[in-house]
């Protein structure tokens, strides 16, 4: 069984920073590759950033630059760096494990977590 749980969200002013934590346990080897979706209300579920056990990254257009992913295998521990946030960047974000191909599609992770809320205001 596998379980992801993330924290680190909260409300913070636009231009502000916040860093998501995800833990992952359980089956290892459901870490070949991790990744951030987000999802606002009304709105479908987008990929953010995604990152493989290689090490290589995939993000966003809309966060490119402003945003950074990271992990710790050793800690099976996934982060997400949001810096200059806006309020558009408002949304549920998600961790998730296990792609069957690399992707910042949903439907290519197969594990996900429950959630942590960012609120940006402006």
């Known amino acids: 069984q596998v379980q992801l749980v993330e924290s680190g969200g909260r409300s913070v002013q636009a231009g502000g920073s916040l860093r998501l934590s995800c833990v992952i346990s359980g089956n290892t080897a459901s870490s070949n590759c991790v990744g951030w979706f987000r999802q606002a209300p009304g709105k479908e579920r987008e990929g953010v950033a995604a990152?493989?056990?290689?090490?290589?990254?995939s993000y966003a257009d809309s966060v490119k630059g402003r945003f950074t992913i990271s992990r710790d295998n050793a800690k099976n521990s996934l982060y997400l760096q949001m810096n200059s946030l806006k309020p558009e960047d408002t949304a549920m974000y998600y961790c998730a494990a296990y792609c069957v191909y690399f992707s910042l599609q949903s439907s290519a992770f197969r594990y996900w977590g429950q959630g942590t809320q960012v609120t940006v205001s402006s």
């Open positions: 990152i493989n056990f290689a090490g290589s990254t």
